[in-house]
């Protein structure tokens, strides 16, 4: 009896020469590090480099995130990558009283440009590579970040990483969302254009699938409204006068890997052979980088359990192996312990050894696309490429990726996903190991990484010694300069730049961007 794959597919129990009748390699496959780019982005993927390493931290104060940093990078990461706490994420400052009992929970607490140099003091810009998951505040943060450089005497050209900077996804399934989504993509465009100028390596935008998968998106819904959303992104940058081949070269994506290995390689292998087709002939690109859907990969936090959570472990392995050999770019492998905790300085190194493991220990870095030519996995990457052109089409039918938002689309199809995921798994249909079956009675003690509730007051200290040295007239004369440039048609990147090094906190530029752009206030999905 065939059964279903995680987008609702049909998979037969055996494939063979007669699944892939009619099908032409050169037009399905063609060669790796060429289009359709379904092999894979370059010609020798991993046999020459493996992917990039990168571990997600960020917790507490920036003391205390410095110092995992460092520890991530003595045990061999490659690049880093930053979570920011909830009020940096929304724009708010650690004093304020909307950011009472979230402060240093989720990620670091970042709320002037002091606190993003003790964030990397120690650590030379010029030589990592850094992704900080940011949002609506996302120019904020690369500009403290670039300030931060320019004080290391690092050159902006010579910054490289990326902003995750994907706001539209915000709408439909996360919700750190400040402004609406017209100045927002306004704000987005602003940055391309920024860093075309002024900080030419830098990847500006992360158009993320990740955490709508996270929220019960289908792996062919993750992929087809996560494309959608970069479809809005490019036509955006266009409309403000930016040649497509001026800012392409520079999107990156970011998808969650699941435990189902073949689903999963297909869906990359699909995202990649779509987002080609899309940007060659709907957008005219030229340059071979244009077309190629670089991208990020994060395991499924999601389907991490606090039940016997060292089966984690095995979770973990199983979904780094397939992103790699779905042709990730680079890769953070999640702590057996996160469906507790935050990671312990233990479980955040097993994490990372998971990767060197699959780097160097197997044989999967030899060969270039092992699945090629696979009659399941060439067969499930036809299945989720069309699931997911259909429903880009009915994104395009409502006018676009954030007229759908508007409508509540996106939202209201990955709800019904999630609540069939969550239907199956209470019936038992769907097995989660030690959840509903091989359950334990007694669970080994495990003693979890907390963060000081004391942060908070010394955030607070912190703030309140900034306001009282800085130049407020300075700061003053910034912002209003801001909401100038936001009010008209200027590159708001440049003033905010200047409130920044004026000391400016992360609230009061939101704010002051708020005063003139407003909040988003969602809309009732139908």
């Not at 690369?142 to 490289?160: I, N, P, R, S, W």
């Not at 019904?416 to 239907?423: F, M, T, V």
């Amino acid at each position: 009896m065939a059964r279903e794959s995680e987008s609702g597919l049909p998979i037969e129990p055996v494939y063979g020469p007669d699944t892939l009748a009619g099908w032409d390699p050169a037009e399905k496959l063609g060669e790796p590090g060429a289009y359709p780019f379904t092999r894979g982005v370059y010609p020798s993927m991993y046999t020459g480099r493996p992917w990039t390493m990168r571990q997600y931290a960020g917790f507490g104060t920036a003391v205390e995130s410095n110092a995992r940093y460092k520890q991530l990078i003595a045990n061999g990461t490659m690049g880093l990558s930053v979570a920011f706490d909830l009020p940096t994420q929304m724009g708010h400052d650690s004093d304020a009283a909307i950011a009472s009992g979230e402060v240093g929970k989720v990620g670091v607490a970042i709320d002037s440009v002091d606190d993003m140099r003790i964030l990397f003091g120690g650590i030379p810009l010029d030589q990592v590579s850094t992704s900080m998951t940011i949002n609506a505040p996302a120019a904020l943060l690369l500009l403290m970040y670039q300030l931060v450089g320019e004080e290391q005497g690092v050159a902006a050209d010579k910054l490289t990483g990326t902003i995750q900077n994907d706001v539209l996804k915000e709408y439909i399934a996360r919700g750190t969302y400040i402004f609406p989504p017209k100045p927002s993509l306004r704000l987005i465009a602003d940055i391309f254009k920024y860093c075309k100028a002024e900080i030419p390596k830098w990847n500006t935008i992360s158009i993320s699938g990740y955490h709508m998968a996270e929220a019960g998106a289908s792996p062919a819904q993750e992929i087809a409204f996560t494309l959608a959303d970069g479809i809005e992104y490019v036509r955006t940058a266009v409309a403000a006068g930016m040649d497509v081949d001026d800012f392409a070269p520079r999107l990156s994506f970011f998808f969650v890997s699941r435990t189902t290995i073949l689903e999963e390689v297909a869906k990359f292998r699909a995202a990649r052979r779509i987002w080609a087709r899309v940007m060659r002939d709907e957008f005219g690109a030229k340059n071979p980088k244009s077309l190629m859907l670089r991208f990020h990969t994060q395991t499924a936090g999601v389907q991490l359990t606090a039940q016997q959570p060292e089966v984690n472990l095995v979770r973990v392995a199983v979904q780094g192996l397939a992103a790699v050999l779905g042709g990730t770019q680079s890769l953070h492998t999640n702590s057996f312990d996160e469906a507790i905790a935050l990671p312990t300085d233990k479980s955040a190194r097993l994490a990372l050894r998971t990767q060197q493991v699959l780097a160097y220990e197997t044989d999967v870095t030899a060969t270039v696309d092992p699945f090629a030519g696979s009659y399941v996995v060439e067969k499930m990457t036809d299945d989720v490429e069309a699931a997911a052109v259909e429903l880009m089409e009915r994104v395009e039918e409502l006018g676009g990726a954030v007229n759908a938002i508007e409508h509540g689309f996106q939202k209201s199809e990955i709800e019904r996903s999630a609540y069939r995921i969550a239907q199956e798994t209470d019936s038992g249909e769907r097995v989660v190991v030690g959840v509903n079956r091989f359950q334990v009675e007694t669970e080994d003690p495990y003693e979890p990484l907390r963060v000081d509730p004391a942060i908070e007051a010394q955030q607070a200290a912190r703030l309140a010694a900034l306001r009282a040295e800085r130049d407020q007239a300075a700061v003053d004369a910034a912002l209003a300069g801001l909401k100038k440039a936001a009010a008209g048609e200027d590159n708001v990147l440049y003033p905010m730049k200047d409130a920044l090094k004026a000391r400016a906190t992360v609230g009061e530029v939101c704010n002051a961007l708020r005063e003139v752009w407003g909040t988003y206030v969602p809309t009732d999905a139908f």
